[in-house]
C-alpha cells in the first residue's frame, strides 16, 4: 500500500507560480511511475506530467512552463508550476504506479486567475 499527500495548491494569479507537493509514504526507489494529473470542472482527468527513472514527460500543454522533480532523501515528487494560466486551474492529483497496483492523492485545488 502506498500513501500519496499533496499539497501546495491554492490561488494565484494569471503569470504567477505554485509548487505542488506529493509526500510517499514508502521509498521512492521502489515506486515504478510517478505523476501528476488535473481535473478541471466538467472535464476528465487528464495527464500533466510524468516521472520514471528513464526520464520525465509532459503534456503539450504544460511544457515550458511545469517542472516535475523527485527528491529520494524526502520520498516527495514535486510540481513547479510558472507561467500559470486561466486554463491551468483544475485539482491536481498525485498518481503512484507500483507493480500491478496504481494509487492517488486527495487532491490539491489549483486556481489561477484572470
Known amino acids: 500500500q502506498v500513501q500519496l499527500v499533496e499539497s501546495g495548491g491554492g490561488w494565484v494569479q494569471a503569470g504567477g507560480s505554485l509548487r505542488l507537493s506529493c509526500a510517499v509514504s514508502?521509498?521512492?526507489?521502489?515506486?515504478?511511475?510517478m505523476g501528476w494529473y488535473r481535473q478541471a470542472p466538467g472535464k476528465e482527468r487528464e495527464l500533466v506530467a510524468t516521472?520514471?527513472?528513464?526520464?520525465?514527460n509532459y503534456a503539450d500543454s504544460v511544457k515550458g512552463r511545469f517542472t516535475i522533480s523527485r527528491d529520494t532523501a524526502k520520498n516527495t515528487v514535486y510540481l513547479q508550476m510558472n507561467s500559470l494560466k486561466p486554463e491551468d486551474t483544475a485539482v491536481y492529483y498525485c498518481?503512484?504506479?507500483?507493480?500491478?497496483?496504481?494509487?492517488w492523492g486527495q487532491g490539491t485545488q489549483v486556481t489561477v486567475s484572470s
Open positions: 516521472i520514471t527513472s528513464g526520464g520525465t
Open positions: 498518481n503512484a504506479v507500483q507493480g500491478l497496483y496504481g494509487y
Open positions: 514508502r521509498t521512492i526507489f521502489s515506486i515504478n511511475y
